[in-house]
């Protein structure tokens, strides 16, 4: 294809990449961008056709005025940084746009994807397992839940689970899971129609742990009361506190009732790489039946990138792989992963996370981690010695919760957005409003964080004298 | 940012992206690429860190070797071609790494998806409705099963539909679809709960659109049986044939019984935009519940861009709206579609749609299935004049099913990929293996397509002499 419009689409792109860079180089938070400014950012669409030049001119307006994700300044979410081989690789998928099913379609793409899946297997300790990519942790945790769900009825009497009957049953089905769980834990359980009140919400200890004397209890309850386990899922890393449920004695429990453990470790996961950490963060994890794990998160790839690991084969292959004539044609099935996955077409999210574990390696990302705990430790010390400012709790990873004494934690993020000094989120911890720091950016460092702390507290002192 | 190896990546690109065009332009069809050879191209993940130049020469090297799908002689998925401003914008997409769950996170890029599902519903008459992005039409599918599964069963004695008690329930449901439906059908029951045999075949006629009588005897007899009905599903522009069921009769016979219908345009919503067939193809759809559409098949822009729209609104927020205080914080809830979406991290799909629509309108949009149409037409005319060839059946839309006669398709569609001739796929109608011509590139043109039958006509005839 020589077509001359992609070719100055290519152009543009050339000029406008490192534009954005610089521009988040010189300002690297921008304030939120007020309603009515976004609105004339935002062409309608209609019947006419506009000229390329144009369009691109809009998307580059739109690009300036987007938040900032990559910049050190950004602690609010669960992802931060810019992995250049990463980033480069989700271009060329761009370009490429192949879809993920089969070899015929995608090539050596597929073979890319699996020695992904077998390198994420054999860190996990799932050697003999297999698993698939899906579009975020939310659709990892989901399948699970489905996997799960599928074989415990099956077993309910059948000699050999029978896909085409999944569902077909009676009674009362639950899932447990910890009150710092995941939102996708309660939307799995409506899509999946077991329903919001299947979830059994676990209590939790001051770090955000589950506690497994209070997810036994419950359990006995309602096998008394004839209720169904489904699952039980042990979060790793949890989304405000960044807690890591005790795997060991969850399993324990687990596998005295003969039911499905699953270990959300879609924030954690990657901390399978720290080799400081994983011993303590993940003890149990061998007996657990599946993992997410998201390496959009930590590893600093693109969204979206979430693997659904399994200790054990075969799972996927019965409850998602349906005859399609006109697709799975030739090749051995390990050549086809359309035939394992939830998606049909799909977006080629594998090849950037290669890209990224190439560059870095296992070292690589082992030193990252260990970097970011430092920094972590660093910011925790900085907060303890100061006057005003409280720590929530001992973290566990790498989200760090604390408030500042009478100062709203809500207006201090605001304020610190609307001032361009940091984007940073609250959560709630204990009942009470916190501000949430994650640090997930490996471009991060200690002075970045200083400095952090220096802007909240002048800004919070200011928020204070003038609400006093 | 200012990271000088983002800055080397995007240099890298600015070389690579033309190098893969002008590839292209010179070899429009890669032969596929033998496992060994693919092998050597997929050096392994490890503990050692590469350097950047060297990954970077890696993805080179793949990207060389990838299957094209953006030529003119791609013919072999319900996708083709490369659209500049959708390209571009996916790269801007994967620079700017936001999630769209809230305007906090995503900015104007949220009016952007609002201007756009505005828009799909107003073209699909759905003008009170909303709509939510998949990440393709099998996940678009299964949340349109959910939502119905949900809101039936909740219907069920219930004045008002709880999803918090949905799927504790008894009994058992089935789902209706054509014997030429998308097999995300029978995958969507196995993960919803509802078990492969609860979808219930229905037969097709010979032009391969459901037949509604036999619809409406299956229902009966389940209905007698007292099983109860999750939703119908119709399919408009099947994978294989690309028939497009009859809406009429079948909303008549799901209005009835009050029974959920879904359309899946997957392949076939994108036509609505045909201002000349919309009218033949989609009379009916104001009395569906609900309607796939992905955009990546016949509107070109790159993988995954699916909507789900429904005609009422509400029911996302009530099935998929859950409480995550510290995530949808401010802004009013229109503005935080992670309120309404099956994922929670979200890649932006929409903005390279908004985009390629941006620069081609309405207007663009229909001449394209126009001319894509005329197309159509004219390989038609040619197979119809050809005394070696026979079409399958008369299409109603994209696809183009034939034989040559004494030929194994399979085995001419593997000939022509090996010889470099153009990559084409088969499928099976009325129980034989067809040819399945997919034309969906708006640079197709008629001289590739008489090239396409002239080149199929001599690798047919050299597989007859050599076979007889």
């Known amino acids: 294809m020589s077509d001359p419009s992609y070719l100055a689409a290519l152009e543009f792109l050339a000029t406008l990449l490192p534009e954005l860079a610089a521009s988040e180089a010189a300002q690297p938070v921008r304030p939120p961008v007020p309603l009515d400014r976004a609105q004339a950012l935002v062409p309608p669409l209609g019947a006419k056709a506009r000229p390329l030049p144009e369009v691109l001119a809009s998307l580059r307006a739109l690009a300036l005025n987007t938040p900032l994700t990559t910049t050190p300044q950004f602690f609010n979410q669960l992802f931060g940084g810019r992995d250049p081989a990463a980033t480069a690789a989700d271009m060329i998928t761009a370009h490429l746009n192949v879809s993920m099913y089969t070899y015929k379609a995608a090539g050596p793409l597929v073979l890319v994807e699996n020695a992904l899946i077998e390198h994420m297997l054999a ?101 008394q009361a004839g209720v169904r386990p489904v699952l039980i899922n042990a979060t790793l890393g949890t989304t405000v506190m960044g807690a890591f449920d005790p795997l060991e004695p969850i399993a324990e429990i687990a596998n005295q009732h003969g039911i499905w453990l699953h270990a959300d470790g879609a924030l954690g996961g990657s901390l399978l790489l720290s080799r400081e950490r994983r011993a303590q963060l993940f003890a149990g994890l061998e007996r657990c039946d599946s993992l997410t794990w998201d390496a959009h998160k930590l590893m600093g790839v693109p ?47 594998p090849l950037k996370l290669w890209a990224a574990w190439q560059h870095h390696g296992d070292d690589g990302y082992d030193a990252r981690f260990a970097q970011l705990f430092a920094l972590r430790d660093h910011v925790v010390a900085r907060i303890d010695a100061h006057p005003d400012l409280r720590m929530s709790h001992a973290p566990q990873s790498l989200n760090v919760c604390f408030e500042m004494d009478g100062v709203s934690s809500e207006q201090l993020c605001l ?11 609250y959560g709630r911890v204990n009942g009470r409003d916190t501000i949430r720091l994650v640090i997930a950016n490996p471009a991060q460092t200690s ?15 200011e928020l204070r004298r003038a609400s006093s």
Chains 1, 2 share one sequence.
């Not at 699970?144 to 009957?165: C, F, S």
């Not at 910890?178 to 209590?203: C, D, F, N, Q, W």
């Not at 693997?307 to 996927?316: S, T, V």
Request: aromatic residues 6%.
């Open 123 to 223: 860190i996990a300790g799932f050697t003999a397992g297999e698993a698939t990519f899906t579009n975020g942790g939310s659709l990892s945790n989901l399948l699970a839940v489905a996997l799960a769900r599928n074989e415990a009825q099956a077993r309910r009497g059948d000699p050999d689970p029978d896909p085409d009957q999944a569902g077909q049953w009676t009674g009362k089905w639950a899932l447990y899971t910890s009150a710092e769980a995941h939102y996708s834990m309660p939307k799995a359980a409506t899509i999946l129609g077991l329903g919001r009140g299947a979830v059994r919400v676990i209590e939790i200890d001051e770090q955000g742990r589950m506690i497994p004397a209070a997810l036994a209890a419950r359990l006995r309850a309602d096998l």
């Open 415 to 425: 304020q610190l957005n609307q001032r361009g000094l940091a984007v940073v989120g």
């Open 303 to 349: 969204l979206t990138c979430s693997a659904l690991l399994l200790r054990e084969p075969g799972l996927l292959d019965r409850h998602l792989g349906e005859d399609a004539h006109y697709l799975f044609q030739t090749d051995e099935d390990q050549l086809n992963p359309g035939l394992r996955s939830i998606q049909c077409g799909r977006r080629n999210d």
């Open 447 to 461: 002075a970045v964080l200083d400095q952090f702390l220096e802007d909240l507290v002048a800004t919070g002192s």
